[in-house]
T-cell receptor
Framework: LAKTTQPISMDSYEGQEVNITCSHNNIATNDYITWYQQFPSQGPRFIIQGYKTKVTNEVASLFIPADRKSSTLSLPRVSLSDTAVYYC?????????????FGGGTRLMVKP | DTEVTQTPKHLVMGMTNKKSLKCEQH?????MYWYKQKAKKPPELMFV???????INESVPSRFSPECPNSSLLNLHLHALQPEDSALYLC???????????FGPGTRLTVL
């Protein structure tokens, strides 16, 4: 699986848009990008997954540039309940998807 | 039903005890996983079961013994653990090969 690099932590305020960037320079052609959210003492929760350009769901948007060497998770108008750790994972969902290797993650703190 | 359940939520055991962690899902997933997570660290993969057969063992000590009795259940048998094994143990399930895994809430294990 491709190695990922994320900021260790980020601070934001309620109502702001938060963008968390993940670098994955050695992403392979068949790799997808997946983001998980984890609250304290809970299991990670799938947020969004994409291959290229932009993906949007009811929770977040995922922006992937043409070279796919990075991706940005965008959380619109965050609230205090969005305080969590966000993990970016990269892998081939058809062949190596069974092995989820979590990187360090980004600890997001949303302040009032 | 998109829920993975784990029991117990908390477990305290001595180093000579034998205990088991249980995990259950009814989403029809044929891949199930055990992860270990220490405080402020990302989850680390321990075992993967595909179609009720152990497919990946990430060099986990033999004091941890997984079991998959059927496609809905996953157990982790614990024996002669060490204090450093204290952690949050997470169970997850997915379609075989998928990167979208569904995690349970975890069992908080304390080894005295």
């Amino acid at each position: 699986l491709a190695k990922t690099t994320q900021p260790i932590s980020m601070d934001s305020y309620e109502g702001q848009e938060v963008n968390i960037t993940c670098s994955h320079n050695n992403i392979a052609t068949n790799d997808y990008i997946t983001w998980y959210q984890q609250f304290p003492s809970q299991g990670p929760r799938f947020i969004i997954q994409g291959y290229k350009t932009k993906v949007t769901n009811e929770v977040a948007s995922l922006f992937i540039p043409a070279d796919r060497k990075s991706s940005t998770l965008s959380l619109p108008r965050v609230s205090l309940s969005d305080t969590a750790v966000y993990y970016c994972l990269v892998g081939d969902i058809l062949n190596a998807g069974n092995m989820l290797t979590f990187g360090g993650g980004t600890r997001l703190m949303v302040k009032p | 039903d998109t829920e993975v359940t784990q029991t117990p939520k908390h477990l305290v055991m001595g180093m000579t005890n034998k205990k088991s962690l249980k995990c259950e899902q009814h989403m029809g997933h044929r891949a199930m996983y055990w992860y270990k997570q220490k405080a402020k660290k990302p989850p680390e993969l321990m075992f993967v079961y595909s179609y009720e057969k152990l497919s990946i063992n990430e060099s986990v000590p033999s004091r941890f013994s997984p079991e998959c009795p059927n496609s809905s259940l996953l157990n982790l048998h614990l024996h002669a653990l060490q204090p450093e094994d204290s952690a949050l143990y997470l169970c997850a399930s997915s379609q075989v090969g998928a990167m979208t895994q569904y995690f349970g809430p975890g069992t908080r294990l304390t080894v005295l």
